[in-house]
């Protein structure tokens, strides 16, 4: 019985991404108005609880065949950030480049790649699915972000976790316009959310996020933070940024992007 949870998961997966078109779909004066902000948020509060009680914290994403693996993988977002503090630190083939682990935490760390890659390793081939409405198949290698959790060792205010990525998108708001992430810890712990640092048995590179980039695979796309520099541990982020825990959202995306 081991294909129930798979089915109820598909089931669960079509249900939201046929909510998500239809959210989609609103146009952006609807989007504007207070009391549909307000039914755009209980539908993703529903959606969220919804998944949490029917899927156990540790249900698995769909993992798949090598043969599966996309010939061509597409490129998103940022593809090579022109940010200085980037483009210096990928010249010496990111030897310079640390990741910070800070904010709520009992013991801050920063680790050098030598450092992750020192650290067990967990591959997994899994479908990235973009809010777009594209997928693509890949094989990711890197270090499970609850062994990072471990190291830092969590206060128990914390509640979420914040990546800050190298790269600026946009900077039509009034912030940076510097890409940003978040998650709940439970999501943060999840066996398949690692920090990536190969894809297709070899170096990940600029485009898909060189030299690390998150990988979260029961949510979509934009929640994987590529070119991340720091992950902060927070009991709240409503008062960063825009306050809605990521760029995209801080732009009316949803939180909770669980597919
Ligand atoms: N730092 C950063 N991370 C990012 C983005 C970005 O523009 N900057 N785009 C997001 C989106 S919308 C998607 S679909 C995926 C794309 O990953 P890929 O380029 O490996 O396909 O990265 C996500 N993470
Ligand atoms: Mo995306």
Same mark, same amino acid.
């Given at each position: 019985?081991?294909?129930?949870?798979?089915?109820?998961?598909?089931?669960?997966?079509?249900?939201?991404?046929?909510?998500?078109?239809?959210?989609?779909?609103?146009?952006?004066?609807?989007?504007?108005?207070?009391?549909?902000?307000?039914?755009?948020?209980?539908?993703? *509060?529903? =959606?969220?609880?919804?998944?949490? +009680? $029917?899927?156990?914290?540790?249900? %698995?994403? @769909? /993992?798949?065949?090598?043969?599966?693996?996309?010939?061509?993988?597409?490129?998103?977002?940022?593809?090579?950030?022109?940010?200085?503090?980037?483009?210096?630190?990928?010249?010496?083939?990111?030897?310079?480049?640390?990741?910070?682990?800070?904010?709520?935490?009992?013991?801050?760390?920063?680790?050098?790649?030598?450092?992750?890659?020192?650290?067990?390793?967990?591959?997994?081939?899994?479908?990235?699915?973009?809010?777009?409405?594209?997928?693509?198949?890949? *094989?990711? =290698?890197?270090?499970?972000?609850? +062994? $990072?959790?471990?190291?830092?060792? %969590?206060? @128990? /205010?914390?509640?979420?976790?914040?990546?800050?990525?190298?790269?600026?998108?946009?900077?039509?708001?009034?912030?940076?316009?510097?890409?940003?992430?978040?998650?709940?810890?439970?999501?943060?712990?999840?066996?398949?959310?690692?920090?990536?640092?190969?894809?297709?048995?070899?170096?990940?590179?600029?485009?898909?996020?060189?030299?690390?980039?998150?990988?979260?695979?029961?949510?979509?796309?934009?929640?994987?933070?590529?070119?991340?520099?720091?992950?902060?541990?927070?009991?709240?982020?409503?008062?960063?940024?825009?306050?809605?825990?990521?760029?995209?959202?801080?732009?009316?995306?949803?939180?909770?992007?669980?597919?």
């Amino acid at each position: 019985m081991t294909s129930q949870p798979l089915d109820r998961r598909r089931v669960l997966a079509r249900g939201a991404a046929g909510l998500s078109a239809l959210l989609l779909a609103g146009c952006d004066r609807l989007s504007a108005a207070p009391w549909w902000r307000d039914v755009l948020e209980s539908a993703e *509060k529903l =959606t969220e609880r919804t998944q949490r +009680a $029917l899927l156990s914290s540790e249900a %698995l994403a @769909p /993992e798949y065949a090598e043969t599966d693996i996309s010939p061509l993988f597409r490129a998103n977002g940022t593809t090579d950030p022109q940010d200085d503090a980037y483009r210096a630190l990928a010249a010496s083939d990111f030897q310079d480049w640390r990741l910070a682990f800070d904010g709520l935490v009992e013991n801050p760390q920063s680790f050098s790649l030598m450092d992750l890659r020192a650290m067990p390793a967990r591959t997994q081939i899994t479908r990235h699915d973009c809010v777009e409405g594209w997928s693509c198949i890949g *094989k990711w =290698t890197g270090v499970p972000l609850a +062994a $990072l959790m471990e190291l830092v060792r %969590l206060k @128990p /205010e914390a509640r979420y976790l914040v990546f800050h990525c190298a790269d600026s998108l946009g900077v039509e708001l009034d912030d940076s316009g510097q890409y940003y992430e978040s998650l709940a810890l439970v999501d943060a712990r999840h066996p398949q959310t690692i920090l990536a640092y190969d894809m297709n048995g070899e170096i990940l590179s600029v485009p898909h996020g060189a030299p690390i980039r998150l990988r979260v695979e029961r949510q979509l796309g934009y929640k994987m933070a590529k070119y991340v520099m720091r992950v902060e541990a927070v009991a709240d982020f409503a008062s960063m940024r825009r306050g809605r825990g990521g760029y995209w959202e801080d732009r009316g995306y949803e939180w909770y992007a669980g597919i």
